[in-house]
């Protein structure tokens, strides 16, 4: 069975789209301050390793706990050049990577965990304010669409169980004109969208403010624990630090037993050039909600402050190994296919032009939302594993992170959720094996009516089934 993207769009429309288009995130191309690498032997109470938004909310919200803590962050690259530079933007109120997922896996705290996300939310939206982050924060809903007939049953679910109001036909279309939609939920409370870089440069500069010491193309490459204390070694240089965060998501961890615990995918996104007045009427979208169609090979697409459109999702790549590597990212095949799902969903916009391609890794373990723990005599917290929903749920990551360390239970860590580690993952070849055979399983079910085969009712009766 044949689903909405697969139909015809013109060899030469893709081509000619993505001709001039440059590889490399597009939020990244502003202007971004140094901060120096680590030369010289250093002693703090806190290391946070990892300048992504994890590292960068533990180590905003370390300092308000307690502002005489000597907090120093370290970042092998750039502050917010992986991930956090490199994503939709969505703010989702979701910890569990959705409700589905959340539901299924706890559903004794599901209602828990949904206060939990909204509070986190609402949380760092008067962070923003209060810390007068210009990080483009708008407050826009999301708008799950329906592009296949039994999606329509999903979402009218989904507006059952109180997840938002389901929009028929004509009332979708009218808030974003694609002809490929045949119903929506709308969600105006549960999402935000944000410019991803921005959020990671202003947490630094707040961080900054605050008194942090941020050391940029500094990697820690070993982690020691002696009697008192910790120490990192970043080969210029050693940290001696009191405790630790490690908060480097997709990279490999200084700790050896989280090796198998996550693997790595590569999701891809494009970016229009800013759409004209006369383009933008083409398609409404008057109230600028971020959207994303709900099949398990799923599209995310947002407007930018200049109207431009983020375009994202649909593969996500596994490479044997779980390497991460940046000769993965410029996958011409890839492009091609977000492109032509693009102008199959707006085929009115065949005069617009991609400025940007890139591509990320992410960070997923078998449950598919961030799992946490401490190591080396409780003095390292460590969190892993958002699967592509990390950007909302990085700051509540990074409150349970300290609340481990501090020690004394709080609601956060009595979660069962923040309590439970997921299975690890097999070694290879057998890792590579089981991805790709689900992988290839949730494309039949996107083309079977989203029936699961008897594969995927087995991960699911396991605990280990991915349902986005
Ligand atoms: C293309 C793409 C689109 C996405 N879209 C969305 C979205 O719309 N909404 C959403 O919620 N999520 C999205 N995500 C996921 C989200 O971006 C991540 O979950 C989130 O950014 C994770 O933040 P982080 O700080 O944990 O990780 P990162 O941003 O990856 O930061 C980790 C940092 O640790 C550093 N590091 C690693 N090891 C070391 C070391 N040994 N020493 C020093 N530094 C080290 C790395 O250099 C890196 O900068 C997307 C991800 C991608 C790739």
């Known amino acids: 069975m044949e689903t909405v993207f ?43 390793i990892g300048g992504g938004y994890t590292g960068l909310w533990t180590a905003l919200h370390a300092t308000e706990r307690n502002p005489d803590r000597r907090i120093v962050l370290i970042e092998a690259n750039r502050i917010g050049w992986a991930a956090s530079g490199r994503n939709g933007g969505f703010v989702d109120a979701s910890l569990t990577h959705g409700a589905e ?22 949380g760092m939206q008067s962070d923003i304010l209060r810390l007068g982050l210009d990080a483009e924060w ?50 105006p409370d549960t999402c935000a969208i ?9 947490l630094a500069r707040a961080c900054a403010d605050a008194g942090v010491h941020i050391y940029e193309r500094t990697n820690a490459t070993r982690l020691d624990s002696g009697r008192l204390a910790l120490r990192v070694d970043t080969g210029a240089a050693t940290v001696t630090a009191r405790q630790a965060v490690l908060a480097s998501n997709v990279y490999p961890s200084l700790l050896r037993r989280n090796r198998l615990r996550t693997v790595p995918f590569y999701n891809d996104a494009l970016t229009t050039e800013p759409l004209t ?9 008057r109230g600028r909600q971020g959207v994303g169609d709900c099949a398990n090979q799923f599209h995310y697409y947002r407007l930018t402050m200049d109207n431009r459109i983020v375009w994202g999702g649909y593969d996500a790549v596994y490479h044997f190994g779980r390497k991460v590597d940046a000769a993965y990212e410029d ?15 707006f085929p009115q916009l065949d005069d617009v032009r991609f400025s940007h391609r890139w591509a990320g890794a ?27 929903l990390g950007v909302g749920a ?65 991960l699911d009766a396991l605990g280990l089934g991915f349902d986005s």
């Open 194 to 202: 944000v410019h991803p870089a921005k959020l990671a440069l202003e």
């Open 6 to 48: 697969d139909g015809p769009v013109d060899p030469a429309l893709i081509e000619r789209s993505l001709a001039a288009s440059a590889f490399g995130s597009m939020w990244l191309d502003i202007p971004r301050p140094d901060h120096p690498p680590l030369t010289e032997p250093i002693t703090c109470d806190l290391l946070v």
């Open 362 to 388: 992410i960070d997923t373990n078998t449950r598919f939302c961030a799992h946490w723990g401490l190591a080396r005599d409780d003095r390292v917290a460590y969190v892993n594993g958002f699967t592509g």
């Open 277 to 285: 007045v006369a383009q933008l009427t083409r398609i409404g979208w």
């Open 394 to 458: 990085a700051r509540f990551a990074a409150d349970v992170c300290l609340d481990l360390l501090e020690g004394s239970p709080t609601p956060r860590t009595e979660l069962q959720m923040v309590r439970e580690r997921p299975l690890p993952f097999p070694p290879e070849p057998f890792a590579s094996v089981g991805i790709h055979a689900t992988r290839w399983s949730l494309d039949r079910a996107d083309h079977s009516a989203g029936h699961r085969n008897i594969f995927l009712r087995t």
């Open 138 to 187: 708008q407050r826009t809903g999301m708008l799950s669409v329906a592009t296949e007939p039994h999606q329509v049953d999903w979402l009218r679910d989904a507006a059952d169980g109180g997840e938002g109001r389901l929009l028929d036909t004509e009332q979708a279309r009218a808030e974003v004109n694609s002809p490929t939609y045949l119903a929506a939920l709308y969600s």
């Open 331 to 345: 996958r011409a095949a890839t492009y091609r296919r977000l492109a032509a799902h693009f102008f199959i969903t």
């Open 101 to 122: 997922n959340g539901k299924t896996r706890w559903p004794n705290e599901i209602e828990t965990l949904d206060k939990m996300g909204v509070e986190n939310l609402d």
